[in-house]
Each structure stands twice: as structure tokens, then as C-alpha cells.
């Protein structure tokens, strides 16, 4: 089991960057694949962006591809979300999730486990 937490969440203006970390817990941090997705105000949650166990491979979802990167640390047990060149339309409460097994998803409800949140803002 892992438990997940982010931070790194803000008020950035339009054009700025913010980088978002999600520490988990337990010690097979290294047998998840990883996932961050975000939830606008009125909106389903939406995949972002998701990394293999060992950081080999990467997916964006198109409107983040150029922008974002996700990256992983499997000896500090986090994974990041680099993000920049930041849009309104950014806006939304980010959650990072764990998937068990080598490979990622972009469907939700494929992973397991889920971190809290992180509010990002950007402003026009």
C-alpha cells in the first residue's frame, strides 16, 4: 500500500512555472507506475501526464505536451510535475495517483491510490 501527498501548488500569473512533488510512503514506491491528473471546477477529473516505474517512459496528454514534464525519484519516493509556460486554463486541483505494475494508464479509475490535491491557480 502507499499513501500519497503533493505540494508545490500556487498562484502563478500567466507564462510562469510551478513545480509539483508527490511524496508517497512504503518502500515498493519503485513498483508503481505514477500519474498526475487534474480537476477544474465543473469539470471530470482529466488525465495529465504519467511515468513507467522506472522513469523509461513518459505520456502527455496533448494540451500539456512542451509544457510539462513528469519525473520520478524512485530513492526519495516522489514524482514531479515540472510545469511551464502556464495557462489559465491550467487552473484545477492537481492530484498526483500510484498504479501498481510497471506500466501507466491514462484512465482514473486504473490506479489505486490517490494523494489529496494541490490547488493551482493561474492567473491571466
Known amino acids: 500500500q502507499v499513501q500519497l501527498v503533493e505540494s508545490g501548488g500556487g498562484l502563478v500569473q500567466a507564462g510562469g512555472s510551478l513545480r509539483l512533488s508527490c511524496a508517497a510512503s512504503?518502500?515498493?514506491?519503485?513498483?508503481?507506475?505514477m500519474g498526475w491528473f487534474r480537476q477544474a471546477p465543473g469539470k471530470e477529473r482529466e488525465f495529465v501526464a504519467a511515468i513507467t516505474w522506472n522513469g523509461a517512459s513518459t505520456y502527455y496528454e496533448d494540451s500539456v505536451k512542451g509544457r510539462f514534464t513528469i519525473s520520478r525519484d524512485n530513492a526519495k519516493n516522489t514524482v514531479y510535475l515540472q510545469m511551464n509556460s502556464l495557462k489559465p486554463e491550467d487552473t484545477a486541483v492537481y492530484y498526483c495517483?500510484?498504479?501498481?505494475?510497471?506500466?501507466?494508464?491514462?484512465?482514473?479509475?486504473?490506479?489505486?491510490?490517490w494523494g489529496q490535491g494541490t490547488q493551482v491557480t493561474v492567473s491571466s
Open positions: 495517483a500510484a498504479r501498481r505494475g510497471n506500466y501507466y494508464s491514462t484512465k482514473n479509475n486504473e490506479y489505486g491510490y
Open positions: 512504503g518502500r515498493t514506491f519503485s513498483m508503481y507506475a
